[in-house]
């Protein structure tokens, strides 16, 4: 089982719609969840990040995160082109280190 | 410009060759890291410093790849004796370890490494 999982997608959505971004996680003692974004390319962005159950919200973009399900999600309202890019879940395990998924490819179509 | 800066950006070698790349971090930040990352996949760790000491290597890494971070500043990765499946993106990254959220990681562009 891979540490962070992630669908690699693509996942298209039509422009405004939401975008629903998923990620899962194996280290129960996870303490932070990052969410980066990386257009072709460049290299990654970090765009959010989390500490503790619940919502996180940030203009357009909500985390989430249960730690029970050992699941985090990144919620893009009002999709736009511009978003169009792979989206990496990373976490920290109480290591000094980020581990990341294998990214989400999001097309936002016009 | 005060982010992290690597260089070269592109890189083509020969098979059996030395390659050597720099990454400047962030100057306020003590940490840095260095990751890997092929086409439709998220970034491999590699290793990471915390000032000049080198607090962890993957132990996927092989011998041939090395890393250093002398003076606690700018850090350089080595590879000898490439071979072809070491081509992918060398991703430098810092953060500083102060308070919570120190694992913020800021990225350099990468180094595009080609192996022919």
């Known amino acids: 089982q891979k540490e962070v999982e992630q669908n690699s997608g693509p996942l298209s959505v039509p422009e405004g719609a939401i975008a629903s971004l998923n990620c899962t996680y194996s280290d129960r003692g996870s303490q932070s969840f990052f969410w980066y974004r990386q257009y072709s390319g460049k290299s990654p962005e970090l765009i959010m990040f989390?500490?503790?159950?619940g919502d996180k919200e940030d203009g357009r973009f909500t985390a989430q995160l249960n730690k029970a399900s050992q699941y985090v999600s990144l919620l893009i309202r009002d999709s736009q082109p511009s978003d169009s890019a792979t989206y990496l879940c990373a976490v920290n395990n109480q290591g000094g280190k980020l581990i990341f998924g294998q990214g989400t490819e999001l097309s936002v179509k016009p | 410009d005060t982010g992290v800066s690597q260089n070269p950006r592109h890189k083509i070698t020969k098979r059996g060759q030395n390659v050597t790349f720099r990454c400047d971090p962030i100057?306020?930040?003590?940490?840095l890291y260095w990751y890997r990352q092929t086409l439709g996949q998220g970034p491999e760790f590699l290793t990471y410093?915390?000032?000049?000491?080198?607090?962890?290597k993957s132990r996927l890494l092989s011998d041939r790849f090395s890393a250093e971070r002398p003076k606690g500043s700018f850090s350089t990765l080595e590879i000898q004796r490439t071979e072809q499946g070491d081509s992918a993106m060398y991703l430098c990254a810092s953060s500083s370890n102060r308070g919570r959220g120190n694992e913020k990681l800021f990225f350099g562009s990468g180094t595009q490494l080609s192996v022919l």
């Open positions: 989390i500490y503790s159950n």
């Open positions: 410093f915390q000032n000049e000491a080198q607090l962890e």
């Open positions: 100057s306020e930040h003590n940490r």
